[in-house]
């Protein structure tokens, strides 16, 4: 075993943001619906909200600077108070006998709520959540900031996430061993970067 530490992503890859994600995120859809400027792409927009940050998907699909300022007052203020269920197959990357780190980016009371609402937060070595609202830090300088206080080699790290662009990116940037959890093969064409379907999986690359 070559590796020492594995950085997850929490959405969409420790768990499904689709399962909770229409009572989550009503009040937010409500508002990008009465703003009535988005009626034709709100589906998309939906999709999108559960699988990138707010302000990325604002960002992409124009929304005017009032609906960004009203998306992100609600946000900051959301938490999710029911049960989640992490994939089955999480229980396989929980018991992996390494260093576990959990970077996230998303509204602070939101993703602490989601992390308190499965209780995996035991499950990890440390759990950084990068607000975007509150911190100009990107994923790739809390991969830096993480391998720099523990004194890893970058051969020693491992990243898993479900967005290609975020840190998968991040980590490839970094010159970091990479695995893309691609649970549904939403990124079928994805042929430039190792993926799993499986935590069952990540024992081939550590």
């Known amino acids: ?3 020492k530490a594995i950085i997850f992503d929490l959405d969409n890859t420790v768990y499904s943001v689709h399962s909770i994600g229409n009572e989550l995120f009503a009040s937010l859809f409500e508002l990008i619906i009465e703003n ?3 009626t034709e792409n709100i589906d998309k927009i939906k999709d999108e909200i559960m ?3 707010f302000q990325v998907v604002a960002k992409d699909y124009h929304f005017s600077d009032e609906l960004i300022l009203k998306g992100i007052a609600l946000l900051k203020e959301l938490t999710y108070e029911g049960q989640i269920e992490p994939f089955p197959d999480y229980q396989f990357a929980k ?4 260093d576990k780190f959990l970077v996230t980016t998303g509204f602070l009371k939101l993703q602490q709520s989601k992390v308190d609402g499965m209780k995996i937060g035991q499950d990890f070595t440390e759990i950084v959540i990068v607000d975007p609202s509150t911190s100009d830090r ?5 991969f830096a900031d ?8 970058k051969s020693e790290v491992l990243v898993v996430g479900d967005d290609l662009q975020s840190e998968i990116k991040a980590a490839l940037d970094l010159n970091i061993a990479a695995v893309l959890y691609d649970r549904h093969n939403f990124y079928c064409n994805a042929s430039d970067v190792n993926s799993i379907q499986s935590f ?4 081939k690359f550590i």
């Open 1 to 3: 075993m070559k590796k």
């Open 51 to 53: 699988r990138r940050p």
């Open 146 to 153: 993480i391998m720099k206080r523990h004194r890893y080699n």
């Open 95 to 98: 018991d992996l006998p390494l």
């Open 138 to 142: 990107t994923k790739k300088d809390v």
């Open 200 to 203: 069952k999986e990540l024992i």
């Open 36 to 38: 009535g400027n988005h």
